[in-house]
């Protein structure tokens, strides 16, 4: 990592230890004859909350950048430079002129070395650019609505894990006399608090995981107050359209998280698939074959009826002005 002069793992600033990627390195550190001692402290919390992280993430994406933008600036340059040379000797060297000496043969190989250079110094300028460009939109992609939809999600779905393992975990131990749920050969099943240690870890983890979710809902906010829509099962009802892939599906059914409708194959000239489209490409099927959207991939919605004045105002237009007229 040259921006802390350390080896490290990617990825890894601010968040857990990734034990097990860790105990790789010691074992290999070890069987290669070094002395390895491995000190994790995952109780502590970082110095800094989310928001300064996030900070000093984007601020990091920027500085790739411009980096990034300078070697695709100083890569162009050598690349010109490299093909003005080549110009300079193609532009005297003879059509047809014979290699009959070894200068002419010194000639001609700096003159193509010029030109190859020229190219490899092309790709690296269109290499750098493309990074650059990968950097500048860090973070745009990071912060798009349906990305940030699903950071949420995932991130809720690791916050009950934790409070679970926090709550306790029930398994089987030695029969104390104590309360329990079952017993059986001189053995209980009951909940067992988790040891002090991995309480210490898991309570910083959910620490910092409320802090990052405070974030992400406050980003979320901020994009709804700008007029970006977020969709849920309030918005939809049997029967409407819902907005995919720039085409309109009939919507067979609302559930918690997405809405079901008919699976279609190959494209949808008139950019509306109902299921009655289904029926007609799928006739040999008893059943309509079904698909999701997730809210969070939602597009836009329409009315039944909406749909139907857009068919017959497409149907209008095809009648009345073909092609040629």
């Given amino acids: 990592m040259p921006s802390i002069g350390r080896i490290g793992l990617r990825s890894s600033r601010f968040k857990a230890a990734k034990r097990y990627e860790i105990e790789q390195?010691?074992?290999?550190?070890?069987?290669?004859?070094?002395d390895v001692q491995v000190?994790?402290?995952?109780?502590?919390?970082?110095?800094?909350?989310?928001?300064?992280?996030?900070?000093e993430r984007t601020q990091r994406a920027d500085q790739r950048a411009d980096c990034y933008a300078d070697y695709a600036s100083n890569a162009a340059a050598r690349s010109e430079a490299a093909y003005a040379?080549?110009?300079?000797s193609a532009d005297h060297w003879p059509l047809g002129q014979p290699l009959i000496s070894d200068s002419a043969r010194a000639a001609h190989r700096r003159m193509m070395g010029a030109h190859d250079t020229s190219v490899a110094e092309h790709d690296k300028a269109?290499?750098?650019?493309?990074?650059?460009?990968?950097?500048?939109?860090?973070?745009?992609?990071?912060?798009?609505?349906?990305?940030?939809?699903?950071?949420?999600?995932?991130?809720?779905?690791?916050?009950?894990r934790l409070v679970r393992w926090l709550e306790g975990q029930y398994r089987w131990s030695d029969d104390d006399g104590g309360p329990a749920l079952l017993r059986c050969g001189g053995e209980i099943y009951r909940k067992v608090a988790p040891a002090p240690a991995d309480a210490a870890r898991w309570t910083a983890?959910?620490?910092?995981?409320?802090?990052?979710?405070?974030?992400?809902?406050?980003?979320?906010?901020?994009?709804?107050?700008?007029g970006q829509k977020v969709w849920s099962k309030?918005?939809?009802?049997?029967?409407?359209?819902?907005?995919?892939?720039?085409?309109?599906?009939?919507?067979?059914?609302?559930?918690?998280?997405?809405?079901?409708?008919?699976?279609?194959?190959?494209?949808?000239?008139?950019?509306?698939?109902?299921?009655?489209?289904?029926?007609?490409?799928f006739p040999q099927?008893?059943?309509?074959?079904?698909?999701t959207v997730p809210y969070d991939k939602v597009e836009g919605r329409a009315s039944a009826q909406e749909i139907r004045e857009a068919i017959a105002r497409t149907e209008t237009k095809n009648r009345y002005f073909k092609p040629g007229h």
């Fill in 25 to 34: 390195a010691a074992r290999a550190l070890r069987a290669a004859g070094h």
């Fill in 39 to 55: 000190d994790i402290d995952d109780a502590t919390l970082p110095a800094t909350g989310f928001a300064e992280q996030e900070a």
């Fill in 85 to 88: 040379r080549y110009r300079q």
């Fill in 126 to 160: 269109e290499y750098w650019a493309g990074r650059q460009r990968a950097a500048q939109a860090h973070q745009g992609h990071r912060e798009a609505l349906p990305t940030v939809l699903r950071r949420i999600e995932r991130l809720e779905r690791q916050r009950r």
């Fill in 205 to 226: 983890d959910l620490i910092q995981l409320d802090g990052e979710l405070g974030y992400w809902h406050e980003v979320v906010a901020d994009k709804q107050k700008a």
């Fill in 234 to 281: 309030d918005d939809f009802s049997v029967g409407d359209f819902v907005k995919r892939h720039g085409t309109w599906f009939e919507v067979i059914r609302v559930n918690n998280k997405s809405v079901t409708v008919p699976w279609m194959i190959g494209g949808v000239t008139r950019g509306i698939y109902t299921v009655a489209d289904a029926r007609r490409q």
């Fill in 285 to 291: 099927d008893k059943k309509v074959s079904t698909d």
